[in-house]
Nanobody
């Protein structure tokens, strides 16, 4: 499975961006899709995840109420809508895919996600 992100860019604080993730290949075993970010000299942070079964969504406290993830059924992928962006949201954003039944257990943990996209840069000034 290959994941390809798009839609990053630069925006002023308070603005919005939507990043997309398209999945190619054998995706029928997907249990969760997730979004992560990593800023320079910081650890990777789990932001949001969506379960294939039921469409349940999960968010980190840092983005809850500002970011929304949803499915893109036409591309077997997901979207991440980001509103009220802050300079501290500046990072490389990655989508990821999991086949683990317990892919989200309260915390959006990168170790449960086996496939990763190449990342897209988001810069908020």
């Amino acid at each position: 499975v290959q994941l390809v992100e798009s839609g990053g860019g630069s925006v002023q604080a308070g603005g919005s961006l939507r990043v997309s993730c398209a999945a190619f290949g054998h995706t029928s075993s997907t249990k969760c899709m997730g979004w992560f970010r990593q800023a320079p000299e910081k650890e990777r942070e789990g932001l949001a995840a969506i379960r294939t079964l039921g469409g349940y969504t999960y968010y980190a406290n840092s983005v809850k109420g500002r970011f929304t993830t949803s499915r893109d059924d036409t591309k077997n992928g997901v979207y991440l809508q980001m509103n009220a962006l802050k300079p501290e949201d500046t990072a490389t954003y990655y989508c990821a895919r999991s086949e683990a039944p317990g892919c989200v257990m309260g915390v959006i943990d990168a170790s449960y996600f086996q496939w990763w996209g190449q990342g897209t840069q988001v810069t908020v000034s």
